[in-house]
C-alpha cells in the first residue's frame, strides 16, 4: 500500500538538500559552516538561519562603526555555534562594540538616581575653567582626586551656589574619574528620590546610597520636606556614613543656615532641634564651600 507521509518526508528532505545545496553557493554561508564541524544533515534542518546568519556576517565585513550598523541587534553578529555536537545560535559583539565596552566599562562603577544625561558624560576636560570664581572649588575637587585616589578617604564637599554655575558636573566628572579605578560611587537628585521612597525597589536602592563608598547628594533642599523623609530617611543615611567614614558630597542652592531653616519646616511644623542635628551631621562629613558663576545651562 503506498503510503502517503512517506512521499511528503521524501519531498521535504529533497527541499532541503536543493535548499542547502543552493545556499553553499553564497561565499558567506560557506565561511560560517565550514569551520563548525557538524553534520551536514544538521545544518540543512537550520538552512534558512543560516542563511540569515550569512546577512550579518557581510553586514560585519562591510562596516565602518557602530552608526552604520545594519544588523538587527546594534553592535552584534547573529552566528552559529558548536554546542556538543549540536547547533546552537548566539549573539556576539562586533570589534566596535568590543572597543566601547572596554572604553566604557568604568561607568559600571558608577549609578546615577534620576539625573539628567550630561552629568553622566561629565568629564575633567569639559569643565569650565575660564571664570575665577571657579578656581577655589576646582583645585579643592583635585587636591581631593589626588588624595582619593591614594587613600581611599577624604572628606566631603557640601557645594552650594547658584542655579546652573556647574556644581554638579564638577563632582561627577570627579567621581567619573575616580571610576576609572574602579571606585564605586553614587549619584542621587535628592528631591526625585523622595518621591521615589513607597516604591517596591526603593529599600534596595537605599541601602546601595547608604553604604556605597562616594555618594552625591544633589539639590538637597528642593525637596518638598516632611518630617518622615528628614527623620527617617535622611538623618539614618548621614548617621551611617558618618559612623562608616564614607565620604559625602551635597549641592544646594541653599547655604548651611537656609538649609537648617528649610529642613525646620514641614507640614507637622517647625522642629529646629531635628533640623540642626542634620546639619550638624552635614558639617561632619564635609567642608563647606560657595561658588557663584554664570548659570551655564542657559541656552
Known sequence: ???????????????????????????????????????KDELKKYTSILEECGEEFEHCKNCKGLLDCMNKVEGFCYLPVNVNGSLSFEYKPCKYKEILDEKNKHLN?????????????????????????????????????????ETKKGKGLYLHGNFGCGKTYLIAAIFNELSKSGIKSCIVFWPEFLRETFYDDFKDKYEYVKKV?????????????????????????????????????????????????????????????KAKRIISRIEQLTNDLEMISKNLRKS
Open 1 to 39: 500500500m503506498h503510503n502517503v507521509l512517506d512521499d511528503i518526508k521524501s519531498n521535504e528532505l529533497i527541499d532541503l538538500d536543493e535548499e542547502y545545496l543552493k545556499s553553499l553557493n553564497n561565499p558567506n554561508f560557506k565561511a560560517i559552516t565550514k569551520n563548525l564541524k557538524i553534520n
Open 213 to 273: 563608598p562616594l555618594l552625591l547628594i544633589d539639590d538637597i533642599g528642593a525637596e518638598g520636606l516632611t518630617a518622615w523623609n528628614r527623620d527617617e530617611v535622611l538623618c539614618p543615611l548621614l548617621q551611617y556614613r558618618m559612623d562608616n567614614n564614607l565620604t559625602t558630597f551635597f549641592t544646594s542652592n541653599l547655604n548651611l543656615k537656609e538649609l537648617e531653616s528649610h529642613l525646620s519646616n514641614s507640614k507637622n511644623g517647625v522642629d529646629e532641634v
Open 109 to 149: 562603577n558608577i549609578k546615577f538616581y534620576n539625573t539628567p544625561e550630561y552629568v553622566k558624560d561629565a568629564t575633567l576636560a569639559n569643565i569650565y575653567k575660564t571664570d575665577k570664581n571657579r578656581f577655589e572649588v576646582i583645585n579643592y575637587l583635585m587636591d581631593f582626586l589626588d588624595e582619593y585616589e
